[in-house]
DNA sequence: CTGAAAGCGCTAACAC
DNA sequence: GTGTTAGCGCTTTCAG
């Protein structure tokens, strides 16, 4: 790293890296360029060897301005707070990076003014805008970014809009089945925030494997996704015991599991337990929760196609299927 | 949301909403600055109505380079895998948010090239940089970032860099007597990456709190903070069964637990079992592990306060203090 | 208080 | 293949 800009306190520009190579701005800007550009062999030699000497590094900034665009990739979420999240993002920011491209957080809580979060901020600028927040629909998102190229996540997509879906009621129809086939004839739904559109499928979609798998739903309880929630819902689950418990995260259910423990109950002996997202980083012995996973790392896959060609992304959106994985509860 | 751009297809600029508010760009500029700067009320008031009516957004990238500081800050970590990084990331991207920045998050996975990340990339215009992955030296970052605002979180800090430290030597000596109250005379020590430096005295910690303590330390296995490993290690700890197992994370903990429980040992019958970083998100009620925590709020605080004014930031930088926190197994 | 004009550092278009 | 020129959209002197 031989730092040396050539006025002090100052870094480099194309400029001086222009001068010190004798050649045009023009030429430094085009053999620095990633892509093929005309430089003669010689000059594109001359033009590199000056910019390490004097330390230069391209400004984003100025380069972002003239060309109107710029590496950088938002990622919009509601929180970073669930365990399934460790699982999805670690990968997804590598895959970003391994595209040379930078990863901008947002995360919008639960506030619906989502576009409070990106007035005048780089946001606008994005290369692209990848969507798991349910606080916006395509619309909404296309009208906020200055780039087009939005995937929708959240299940709140368009016709227009990108988009890649989990298919959850694949494996929750399968999960459903398995209990039944296990002598399953009533159960009970955790579930966790209700306003999500994400959320409401998932619920929809237990409701219709029930009836189709001749399940009986007691009741639904309220929670949030958490820990928690799960265990605060145990108090009400437990007064009148059902033969299964599914619950639409498997930190609830884990909580489940806890909160019921304490009225002496566990499964798989006293009721089968069922969970969603088979996280990894949170497959511990002691919570062994048979759940509902799907691929991550095809999830990753299609993101990194779309963020690599948006435009050859295919129209229809991309369907990630979910399966059952069956485990110590149920 | 009123949009409507003068010129199809291209987004209002400053120029656009000057004329038609009839005034001069520069005008449009200081009304539109959040800082008080001279212009009359009236015009004031008849450009924020056509900017508004423009649906003018100032862009980041013509500013940034006018000014040379953008709103940015990035946080450089190693990996977002840890239980405890939820704990911390939510809560901190919250707070660089409500200051009105974004937050860019760099993940350098094991690669030892920092730079390669941030090479060209927006990274090096950034507000401040906060840096907790251990792959550079405050030398190194302070010549990669632009910006001077570099705070260093991983321990490698030097005389001119501003820095928060964990004290995690209270919290260590605390845990370390508490096992010796208990009547613990020796125990091994389940490790983590012991390149990192933050690592390294977390280890010269638990060593100095035995020697203090009069506890034995038979043996350190080494890990990689995660619950695998922790199972792995719970295989080597079984051969010759300690009084009392330290693991430097509660991941790991919470692995030896499960892999110990194999072999019919349980804390706190058999031996007690002490993780570190008291989790919060990962404080289940089958892995109710002891612990050494720290206040997070207290340190997203300070952070906060750097990012708001660096300049004003202890020169000595801040301290966080550990304590021991007693659960279940120790 | 106002506005013209000069950049910030880079790329794209156009001549040569 | 090369160099010149003209911006990208904004802020900031600096006269008025």
Same mark, same amino acid.
């Given at each position: 790293?031989?730092?040396?800009?050539?006025?002090? %306190?100052?870094?480099?520009?194309?400029?001086?890296?222009?001068?010190?190579?004798?050649?045009?701005?023009?030429?430094?800007? @085009?053999?620095?360029?990633?892509?093929?550009?005309?430089?003669?062999?010689?000059?594109?030699?001359?033009?590199? $060897?000056? /910019?390490?000497?004097?330390?230069?590094?391209?400004?984003?900034?100025? @380069?972002?301005?003239?060309? $109107?665009?710029?590496?950088?990739?938002?990622?919009?979420?509601?929180?970073?707070?669930?365990?399934?999240?460790?699982?999805?993002?670690?990968?997804?920011?590598?895959? #970003?990076?391994?595209?040379?491209?930078?990863?901008?957080?947002?995360?919008?809580?639960?506030?619906?003014? #989502?576009?409070?979060?990106?007035?005048?901020?780089?946001?606008?600028?994005?290369?692209?805008?990848?969507?798991?927040? !349910?606080?916006?629909?395509?619309?909404?998102?296309?009208?906020?970014?200055?780039?087009?190229?939005?995937?929708?996540?959240?299940?709140? &997509?368009?016709?227009?809009?990108?988009?890649?879906?989990?298919?959850?009621?694949?494996?929750?129809?399968?999960?459903?089945?398995?209990?039944?086939?296990?002598?399953?004839?009533?159960?009970?739904?955790?579930?966790?925030?209700?306003?999500?559109?994400?959320?409401?499928?998932?619920?929809?979609?237990?409701?219709?494997?029930?009836?189709?798998?001749?399940?009986?739903?007691?009741?639904?309880? %309220?929670?949030?996704?958490?820990?928690?929630?799960?265990? $605060? /819902?145990?108090?009400?689950?437990?007064?009148?015991?059902?033969?299964?418990? &599914?619950?639409?995260?498997?930190?609830?259910?884990?909580?489940?599991?806890? %909160?019921?423990?304490?009225?002496?109950?566990?499964?798989?002996?006293?009721?089968?337990?069922?969970?969603?997202?088979?996280?990894?980083?949170?497959?511990?012995?002691?919570?062994? =929760?048979?759940?509902?996973?799907? !691929?991550?790392?095809?999830?990753? /896959?299609? =993101?990194?196609?779309?963020?690599?060609?948006?435009?050859? &992304?295919?129209?229809?959106?991309?369907?990630?299927?979910?399966?059952?994985?069956? @485990?110590?509860?149920?």
């Amino acid at each position: 790293m031989t730092e040396k800009p050539p006025r002090e %306190g100052k870094r480099p520009t194309i400029a001086d890296v222009a001068r010190a190579a004798g050649v045009a701005p023009a030429i430094v800007s @085009r053999a620095l360029s990633p892509s093929r550009r005309p430089v003669s062999l010689e000059k594109k030699e001359r033009v590199l $060897k000056a /910019a390490a000497e004097l330390g230069y590094h391209q400004n984003p900034l100025a @380069r972002g301005l003239a060309t $109107k665009s710029i590496d950088l990739v938002a990622v919009i979420i509601n929180y970073l707070s669930d365990l399934s999240d460790l699982d999805l993002f670690d990968p997804l920011l590598d895959a #970003i990076q391994s595209l040379g491209k930078q990863a901008i957080l947002i995360r919008v809580g639960r506030t619906k003014r #989502i576009d409070d979060f990106l007035r005048n901020s780089l946001s606008y600028h994005v290369h692209a805008a990848l969507v798991f927040s !349910d606080f916006a629909d395509a619309g909404e998102v296309r009208a906020l970014f200055h780039s087009d190229n939005v995937l929708m996540l959240n299940g709140r &997509f368009d016709a227009e809009s990108a988009r890649i879906r989990i298919d959850e009621q694949s494996g929750i129809d399968e999960l459903v089945r398995h209990a039944r086939g296990r002598g399953v004839g009533s159960a009970v739904l955790v579930t966790g925030r209700v306003s999500s559109l994400v959320e409401e499928a998932r619920i929809a979609a237990y409701r219709s494997a029930c009836a189709a798998a001749g399940v009986r739903l007691l009741s639904e309880v %309220g929670g949030d996704y958490s820990y928690g929630s799960g265990v $605060k /819902a145990a108090a009400v689950i437990a007064v009148a015991m059902p033969e299964a418990v &599914f619950c639409t995260s498997d930190s609830m259910a884990m909580g489940v599991m806890d %909160g019921l423990a304490r009225a002496g109950r566990r499964p798989p002996a006293d009721y089968l337990l069922y969970g969603f997202d088979a996280v990894d980083k949170g497959n511990f012995a002691a919570y062994d =929760i048979s759940s509902v996973g799907f !691929d991550r790392s095809a999830l990753v /896959a299609g =993101i990194l196609a779309y963020l690599g060609a948006p435009e050859e &992304f295919p129209a229809a959106g991309l369907d990630i299927p979910t399966r059952f994985i069956a @485990r110590g509860t149920g």
